[in-house]
């Protein structure tokens, strides 16, 4: 050890020993710090990045060494070997990309060590190779003792290098790990010294080829600035793709990919801050308006999506022209945006803006595909007026939409009081119906249909009925949207459908039992699965059974309905079409879709008799189900003059108030008989 610090104090210049200690420790740090990301990078990248830090770490490394050659004085004539110098880079660079490929395959003991171990051979195989390269005029003699020192010291810094890397505790162990890799560096190359004497011999002669340490020094730091400029850049690119990849990451996070508006999660964001603002009295009150385009799915469904993002597009450029620079814009869902519009003291204000930016969204929107006139339903509230939370402000400003939706389309409205009060109702209810299924209340009743010549019951549509137990029976009407906004309808769908073939499967007279299906039962992958089982544990054969789907069913994924429709077609099961005639694009689904039955809705039945458009559309409806073969049901027939107008019209089947209310299981077993414990395949 006394040797190795003789070497250093007396032997080498002080100055140029400190350039190769800062050359060193600048490479570590860039090196250790490229390694760390090879943690976060793709597999596609990983081999350039650790290309990289192993081309700074050998770089550094081979130049650390030999300025510190130079640093060293023998008192003799000496020189460089330049093929024996390029030798010991390739050896460094080499071994250090080899010993970093073996760190980023895991990080266990076994890697530590191998990956440690190969990164002290590679930089002590360095120095002796380069070593190899100075050439004195005397006789050099090594001690052995010092050289496996320095081999073994090698070893231990290398493991101690990689170890820091690959089990980091802190944000800064690669600190650590920089550091061990100068300590390996500096121990080897010192003690490696340490082991050399020359001792001088005028006979031994210094070739012309071989180069003087100045030549070496601009050699040196030639190389060295041109792989460190190779790595340096290297690693700026790194980081310019690391912070577009992120700046992409937090876009794809906050912002809409189509309009390239702010998402719903960046709005929940701004609009916390904006209500801080104004309970600090830092910003004026403001306003949140929610515009929701009123039957966009139907527009996707009739003239498909590539029409719709258009529309969507538009629509954003629209409302750009609303949105100040103070103000907020963004996308929310699929069909619906949010303005917050600051300084809205005042409801005026608020109106006025509404019905300006209504006015201009339903202008016509010039496509590609021609002129298109949509409608929207706008809903807003105010801070602080109506709500000073975020969250219950864009809820108010979203109940207030849903209330100018259900109005009509195309109008506007303000949240006030007695929509605080329905929401709170609606609040509850939703409460309530997520316990319904669970404590029992719901219950089934049947509604005949019968042939509209005999009046013979041909079958029975199954309909759900929900007892509450403080508001008494609430309507279908109101429950089942209800279910089926917030995801509720799916358990609902599957237990009427239970309920409605264990009571079928007991009649005596095997009539038929028409089940309603929403959307979101057929968007469930194992829907058919479900309805496999339901009849396997039931016992009721699948040709008594029939299912009703709308419109409303099969225009958001036709290619999943189609296929769920012949999957249950195929085991004998038949499909309805409900309320035909009340959607945009009926004649087109009766063409796609495999259908065994039509129902007109009850709307076109009413006083048909003494109405000449509603007794055009149900005649042009008959006609075209006797043209495709396919029968039709009429609903709704509640007095005889309407059941005649459907006889004379050839309608065969029927049903309605006119047949007969719906009725409780013990009503329908007078008619059908019933047979407890009956299991019966038809």
């Known amino acids: 050890m006394h040797r190795?610090?003789?070497?250093?104090?007396?032997?080498?210049?002080?100055?140029?020993?400190?350039?190769?200690?800062?050359l060193?420790?600048?490479?570590?740090?860039?090196?250790?710090?490229?390694?760390?990301?090879?943690?976060r990078v793709r597999a596609n990248r990983l081999a350039l990045q650790i290309g990289l830090a192993s081309?700074?770490?050998?770089?550094?490394?081979?130049?650390?060494?030999?300025?510190?050659?130079?640093?060293?004085?023998?008192?003799?004539?000496?020189?460089f070997d330049l093929m024996r110098t390029a030798q010991s880079l390739l050896i460094v660079l080499t071994g250090i990309a080899l010993s970093f490929h073996i760190a980023s395959k895991g990080r266990g003991w076994i890697y530590v060590v191998a990956s440690g171990t190969l990164l002290g051979l590679s930089i002590s195989s360095m120095h002796y190779v380069g070593m190899s390269a100075y050439r004195v005029a005397g006789e050099v003699i090594h001690d052995h003792g010092f050289m496996v020192a320095s081999v073994l010291l090698s070893?231990?810094?290398?493991?101690?290098?990689?170890?820091?890397?690959?089990?980091?505790?802190?944000?800064?162990?690669?600190?650590?790990?920089a550091f061990a890799m100068v300590l390996l560096t500096i121990t080897?190359?010192?003690?490696?010294?340490?082991?050399?004497?020359?001792?001088?011999?005028?006979?031994?002669?210094?070739?012309?080829?071989?180069?003087?340490?100045?030549?070496?020094?601009?050699?040196v730091m030639t190389v060295v600035l041109f792989l460190f400029l190779i790595g340096f850049g290297g690693f700026l690119i790194e980081i310019k793709i690391a912070e577009e990849t992120r700046t992409l990451v937090r876009n794809a996070a906050l912002f809409d990919s189509l309009t390239h508006l702010p998402n719903r999660a960046n709005l929940q964001i701004c609009l916390k801050e904006f209500a801080q603002d104004v309970t600090q009295?830092?910003?004026?009150?403001?306003?949140?308006?929610t515009i929701d385009i009123d039957r966009f799915r139907l527009i996707n469904a009739r003239m498909g999506n590539a029409t719709g993002d258009a529309v969507l597009d538009e629509i954003a450029s629209r409302l750009r022209c609303f949105a100040l620079s103070e103000d907020f814009l963004a996308r929310t869902s699929s069909d619906e945006f949010v303005l917050i519009k600051t300084g809205m003291s005042a409801q005026d204000s608020v109106d006025a803006s509404a019905r300006a930016i209504g006015d201009a969204l339903t202008q016509p929107l010039e496509l590609i595909s021609g002129p298109l006139e949509v409608t929207v339903s706008i809903?807003?509230?105010?801070?602080?007026?109506?709500?000073?939370?975020?969250?219950?402000?864009?809820q108010k400003s979203q109940y207030a939409m849903k209330q100018a939706k259900a109005d009509h389309d195309g109008k506007i409205c303000h949240y006030d009081a007695v929509m605080d009060q329905k929401s709170r109702e609606h609040d509850a209810l939703v409460s309530d119906l997520r316990k319904a299924l669970v404590n029992n209340q719901f219950f089934l009743n049947f509604q005949q249909q019968n042939d509209i010549r005999s009046r013979d019951v041909t079958g029975f549509e199954v309909l759900c009925r929900w007892r509450h137990p403080v508001r008494g029976l609430v309507p279908p009407s109101v429950f089942i949207p209800i279910a089926e906004d917030y995801g509720l309808i799916k358990n609902l769908g599957i237990w009427v459908l239970r309920e409605a073939c264990n009571e079928a499967v007991q009649w005596e007279h095997p009539y038929r039992i028409a089940v309603n299906v929403a959307p979101q039962q057929l968007s469930q992958p194992d829907f058919v699965d479900l309805v496999d089982d339901i009849l396997a544990t039931s016992g009721l054969s699948p040709e008594r059974l029939e299912l009703e789907i709308t419109e409303a069913s099969i225009i958001d994924d036709q290619t999943n309905v189609l296929a769920v429709m012949h999957r249950l077609k195929k085991r004998g099961i038949s499909i309805a079409m409900d309320d035909f005639g009340t959607g945009y694009s009926s004649l087109a689904a009766l063409q796609i879709f495999p259908f065994d039955k039509i129902k007109i809705d009850s709307s076109f039945i009413r006083d048909v008799y003494c109405d000449p458009q509603k007794a055009a559309i149900v005649r042009s409806t008959l006609l075209l189900g006797a043209s495709l073969g396919i029968p039709v049901l009429a609903e709704g027939i509640e007095n005889a003059a309407e059941r005649d107008f459907l006889a004379q019209e050839r309608c065969c089947e029927a049903q309605g108030f006119f047949f007969g209310h719906p009725m409780d299981r013990n009503d329908v077993r007078?008619?059908?008989?019933?047979?407890?414990g009956l299991q019966q395949a038809g």
């Open 55 to 79: 081309l700074i770490a050998g770089t550094s490394v081979w130049a650390t060494h030999f300025v510190a050659m130079l640093a060293y004085d023998p008192q003799i004539n000496h020189a």
């Open 379 to 394: 809903g807003s509230a105010r801070c602080p007026h109506d709500a000073a939370l975020p969250y219950d402000l864009l």
């Open 155 to 177: 070893a231990v810094f290398g493991c101690l290098t990689i170890h820091r890397l690959l089990h980091p505790t802190t944000r800064y162990c690669w600190m650590g790990g």
């Open 188 to 219: 080897v190359h010192f003690t490696g010294m340490a082991a050399l004497e020359i001792r001088p011999d005028p006979s031994v002669q210094i070739p012309f080829q071989w180069v003087s340490d100045t030549v070496m020094g601009v050699i």
């Open 670 to 676: 007078a008619i059908t008989g019933y047979a407890a």
């Open 4 to 22: 190795a610090f003789e070497s250093l104090i007396i032997e080498h210049d002080a100055r140029l020993v400190l350039a190769a200690v800062c």
């Open 24 to 39: 060193c420790t600048l490479g570590a740090v860039l090196a250790t710090r490229l390694f760390m990301r090879t943690r």
């Open 281 to 289: 009295n830092l910003k004026k009150p403001f306003a949140v308006l």
